[in-house]
């Protein structure tokens, strides 16, 4: 830990004038002490930290806001995603959170966002949390030696879980808040204990900044195979981009959030946010044994109480149960952060209909028309009130982070899977069988097969059929599979509850996409469902 006056002297800078002790990058021993100290975390076999974020369990998008200010407003797609609040709202909390923050023991954590410096930022976390700021430290990506001394940030988040907003002085909807600002680089955090909102809110702010330097941001996650070769997987949490990128046969970038630039991929992250429930060593050896590390973060999980074991299946407190880790806790993943050009775009969706096909191959019309989409189901637990899935909508796999209008992003999509002619691919993690309720969840060991399957050109030449509906072109054979898996029509026992249901999704579909109709083309525009 470096002496108090320096991370005292930053702070001033930065507008604060601190009154408690200043811990600034202490590691993950001296925080487990700290946290346990303070009895906010527990300790769990094998060495994790359990730590509990109830009633917030989940992202609190009625509780964030952007600040509406000259310089960047005329930029940002405003509206339920970008709500915006006040500069007179925005200053009176920040004011109070730094006021809140002065008056209690600090935690500084200095790290970077993006693995490519070129692009990377820096940023400062200032936190009342120990256990938080070691979920930043997990997270973001660490500082190399000698970086510490001269550190200054390019973005500053408060965080002060303790302290909740009253919504009639400070123009919330509640106590939560999450609000940023991206001219002045600053972020707000108070009235939730969620960790995924310190992440998220810079994951927010890189997607405002980068595409105006040419740089796709994406929530997606990211390896490499033997060959070279790099995949991306998108999806929305629950959907599965952490399990079926944590591939033993290929090498980790990343699990949630990167870059594609003119030189290739590169991740934003220094860490993993796994969803734990249900997790076995059988389905995700990987993640498992991760979960049982000195320095991951155990967030809700329900402990046995004598054996201090993780019970992995109970979802007493939330379904969104997660674990925090350093990637390194990955054995295979690529040390560097970085990767070539992607090979295989893949586009997860968990289909609460029970009618979109398990794989299906994009070309590049409907590759746009789904990316616009960017259809799923919320999975139980990772948003608050939300307890079983549902159908949902969300612009480019990740509206809630995307500041600017969806076009800019799926734009530079469109442009990059051309110039490198990348395959694109429809992956459905949900239901098969019938809808949710009736059918059964698509097994893992079938989506492993038929994406291995697809990431070794395997699937290239084998017949096609083309869906009747939605109109894309399912491979009728993949090694591993069971034929009749492949066409979802089959898999219902009433064919006719099939043709409803896909109907009925079809016009779903077309209802969300009037939205984007005048910034597409014809053929983006006829790549939906018939």
């Known amino acids: ?33 700290e946290t346990l100290r303070l009895g906010t975390g527990r300790l769990a076999h094998g060495g994790g930290l359990v730590t509990l974020t109830a009633p917030h369990t989940g992202r609190s998008p009625n509780d964030r806001f952007v600040v509406r200010e000259a310089d960047t407003g005329g930029l940002i797609d ?25 008056n209690r023991d600090l935690y500084v954590r200095d790290a970077k966002a993006g693995a490519d410096p070129r692009y990377g930022i820096r940023v400062r976390v200032i936190s009342e ?33 303790s302290l909740e907003a009253d919504p009639r002085r400070h123009g919330t909807n509640s106590g939560a808040f999450i609000i940023v600002n991206f001219s002045e680089k600053v972020v707000l955090v ?46 929305l949490s629950g959907t599965g981009k952490t399990t079926l990128s944590a591939n033993p046969d290929r090498q980790l970038i990343g699990d949630d959030e990167h870059g594609w630039s003119d030189d290739g991929v590169f991740n934003f992250e220094g860490g993993c946010y796994a969803k734990t429930i249900r997790l076995s060593p059988e389905g995700e050896p990987d993640i498992y044994r991760a979960t049982r590390r000195f320095g991951t973060i155990l967030e809700n999980v329900i402990l046995d109480e004598r054996t201090r074991e993780i019970d992995y299946d109970s979802a007493e407190i939330t379904e969104n149960t997660r674990a925090s880790y350093p990637i390194h806790f990955i054995a295979n993943a690529v040390p560097s952060g970085q990767g070539g050009h992607p090979s295989n775009v893949v586009f997860l969706t968990a289909d609460a209909f029970g009618v979109l096909p398990p794989i299906a191959r994009l070309d590049t019309a409907q590759a746009m028309y789904h990316f616009l989409s960017g259809y799923t189901a919320k999975v139980a637990g990772t948003e608050r009130g939300v307890t079983e899935p549902r159908a949902a909508f969300s612009a480019c796999f990740g509206a809630p982070f995307l500041p600017r209008p969806a076009g800019v992003y799926a734009d530079l999509l ?48 084998v017949p ?65 469902p018939a």
């Open 1 to 33: 830990m470096l002496v108090a006056e320096a991370p005292t002297t930053a702070l001033r800078g930065e507008g604060m004038t601190p009154r408690g002790r200043i811990r600034r990058n202490l590691s993950p021993a001296e925080l487990y002490e």
């Open 464 to 528: 096609q059929t083309v869906d009747p509906v939605f109109g894309l072109r399912l491979p009728q054979h993949v090694p591993g599979v069971p034929d009749d898996v492949l066409l979802p029509r089959g898999t219902w026992s009433d064919g006719a509850a099939y043709d409803s249901a896909a109907a009925e999704l079809a016009a779903m579909f077309k209802r969300n996409f009037v939205r984007f109709a005048g910034q597409v083309s014809g053929a983006v525009k006829a790549a939906g």
């Open 129 to 161: 949390s120990p256990w938080h700021d070691l979920f930043a430290r997990n997270m973001f990506l660490r500082l190399d030696p000698g970086e510490e001394a001269d550190f200054s940030p390019d973005f500053i988040v408060y965080h002060a879980p």
């Open 190 to 235: 108070g009235g939730t204990a969620y960790a995924g909102e310190i992440k998220k809110s810079i994951f927010s702010a890189l997607n405002f900044m980068l595409p105006g330097r040419g740089v796709l941001p994406m929530h997606c996650s990211a390896n490499i195979g033997a060959a070279g070769d790099t995949a991306l997987f998108f999806g």
């Open 414 to 461: 469109g442009r990059r899977t051309r110039e490198h002619a990348a395959r694109v691919w429809l992956v459905n993690t949900g239901w098969t069988g019938g809808r949710y309720g009736v059918g059964t969840r698509m097994k893992l060991g079938y989506t492993r097969a038929m994406l291995a399957a697809a990431l070794h050109g395997d699937l290239d030449n």
């Open 78 to 102: 405003w509206g339920d995603v970008n709500v915006p609040i006040a500069e007179g709202h925005y200053q009176l909390l920040k004011a109070g959170i730094i006021d809140h923050l002065n």
